[in-house]
């Protein structure tokens, strides 16, 4: 099968299985650069190329080119990924003998830990809106329901009013692959909710609106934590996944078991969770250094 026709089926397929468009569209790019160097290595134009050509070598190659242009291993992890998914379709349909990734091994990366806020600077963002009009009204409420529910920027644009159980304090989310869960929210997301939408005079079914009256979109949600971020005088750069990087780490923090957290950020792995077990590891060693009198003894003075 011609490589440009397996791709558009595969996408397409991606696509009717409910997937984000974003992750079809770097699917898509990703697959599109490998086939492009697959061809050029065999001396082909991309549009003949046939999938059935490209054998482990094509991919070792692939991903030695990327290390040559000095392409950083997350993001080589990542095109192998779709390239892995790619074609283990191919091989479950029958269009390729074999899958060509499966004894390519994916680059080791170094787990960066993710970032997120002290409380102190939560609550001090939390303060910053000007509830005296109705954008700082919304803009409130775009904290308040981010910080106190964990939601992906992503969901929280997709929210809509019927979403919303005031009684229960529950919001029904769509997450990734558009599968919904159900997750709490607190009582000051509650307060600014009500404000925000009972000073609207609208029936648009969107939570979130822009100033035009069209549904928030995820950039305008960075370009308004951007403007609060720099009237409440935040030393660090803070983009929205980290009001959800906070969530899950204040929880934890607090007692929160791994397998509630993982409930309620939607993860499908536990081991995504995971990671913010070694944060607050990392945060009580921290502690434990600039607290404990005798934590920051130079070496020379340590008793045997």
């Not at 269009?95 to 001090?124: C, I, M, T």
């Amino acid at each position: 099968m011609l490589a440009d026709k397996a791709l558009d089926w595969f996408c397409g397929l991606q696509m009717a299985q409910n997937r984000s468009s974003h992750t079809v569209k770097a699917y898509q790019s990703d697959l599109l650069q490998f086939l492009d160097f697959a061809a050029s290595v065999q001396g082909l134009e991309p549009e003949a190329l046939d999938v059935c050509l490209i054998d482990v070598q094509s991919v070792r190659s692939f991903l030695a080119h990327l290390a040559e242009k000095g392409l950083a291993r997350k993001s080589m992890a990542r095109k192998l990924a779709a390239l892995r998914t790619f074609f283990k379709f191919l091989a479950r349909e029958g269009v390729v003998a074999a899958n060509p990734v499966k004894r390519v091994a994916s680059p080791k990366l170094g787990r960066k830990l993710p970032d997120f806020l002290y409380w102190q600077d939560v609550e001090k963002l939390l303060n910053t809106a000007d509830t005296e009009s109705l954008l700082g009204l919304r803009d409130q409420a775009v904290l308040e329901v981010l910080y106190g529910s964990g939601l992906r920027v992503s969901e929280l644009v997709q929210l809509n009013r019927p979403d919303i159980d005031q009684g229960a304090l529950l919001l029904r989310v769509r997450g990734k692959g558009m599968k919904e869960r159900v997750v709490p929210f607190t009582r000051p997301a509650l307060t600014a909710l009500r404000k925000y939408l009972s000073a609207r005079q609208d029936n648009n079914p969107a939570v979130f609106l822009n100033c035009s009256g069209s549904r928030l979109t995820e950039r305008s949600v960075r370009r308004i934590l951007d403007k609060l971020v720099a009237k409440a005088s935040l030393e660090q750069h803070v983009h929205p996944h980290m009001l959800r990087h906070s969530f899950a780490t204040h929880l934890l923090d607090r007692g929160a078991d791994l397998r509630s957290v993982q409930e309620l950020l939607g993860h499908e792995k536990l081991s995504s969770t995971q990671i913010y077990t070694h944060l607050t590891r990392e945060r009580l060693k921290e502690v434990y250094r600039e607290a404990h009198p005798r934590a920051r003894l130079p070496r020379d003075q340590e008793q045997e």
